[in-house]
Structures are given as C-alpha cells and as structure tokens.
C-alpha cells in the first residue's frame, strides 16, 4: 500500500513557499505629504517586485508636485489623514503640465 502522507506533506510545503513567499515580501511605505493647507501620509504598497524606499519617495513628490515631502515620523504624524498612492511614477514625470489641472498629482 502507497502511503500518501509524504507526498501531501511535500505538496503543501512547496505550495506555501510559492503562494505566500511573495506576498510576504511586500513592504508598505509612508511619507509626510505637506500642502498649501493640507498635511496627509501618502501609503504605499510595495507588492512582491519592491524597487525600495527612494523610489517610492519620488514617487510621492511625482504625485505631489506642488507639496514638501517629508520620511514618515509616527510621533508627529500618526494623526494625519492617509491616502493610499498607486501607478507608475513615469507617467507622471512624462506628462505633468497635462495631469496636474486635472488632479491627478495627489494621491487618493
């Protein structure tokens, strides 16, 4: 008689390493975001290709062209809004004269 127990054993470890491997290298990246009468925390989610924390940090000011971006402090900024950020940075760098009247350089 096979004995089944090994084999299934194997299977879900190697299924665990494949589906949780990568999202557990995610990382989430916050920025001080200050505005003519407005302060937030810009959020970012890294997911499982993560360029790094300067990237995401050019990525705010990207998004933000007319804002002062600052690392995230939780002692001072752990009260303001948050505001998820998402896309490509590139885009924002090649057409902000357009983006920026129809407010697309903020986060949401």
């Known amino acids: 008689m ?16 494949v589906f949780v491997g990568p999202g ?6 916050s920025f001080r975001v200050d505005c003519k009468g407005e302060s937030y925390v810009a959020l ?13 940090r050019i990525a705010t000011g990207d998004r933000n062209q007319d ?3 600052y690392d995230y402090n ?3 900024d752990r009260d303001l809004p948050r505001r998820w950020c998402s896309g ?6 090649a057409f902000p004269p357009i983006l920026i009247p129809l407010g697309f350089n903020h986060c949401r």
């Open 67 to 69: 804002c002062s971006i």
């Open 88 to 93: 490509d940075a590139g885009i924002m760098r």
């Open 2 to 17: 096979f004995d089944f127990g090994k084999p299934a054993a194997a299977l879900a470890i190697f299924a665990s390493a």
């Open 44 to 56: 970012w989610d890294s997911g499982p290709d993560d360029p790094g924390l300067d990237y995401f």
């Open 24 to 29: 557990a290298s995610a990382n989430a990246y």
């Open 74 to 76: 939780g002692r001072y």
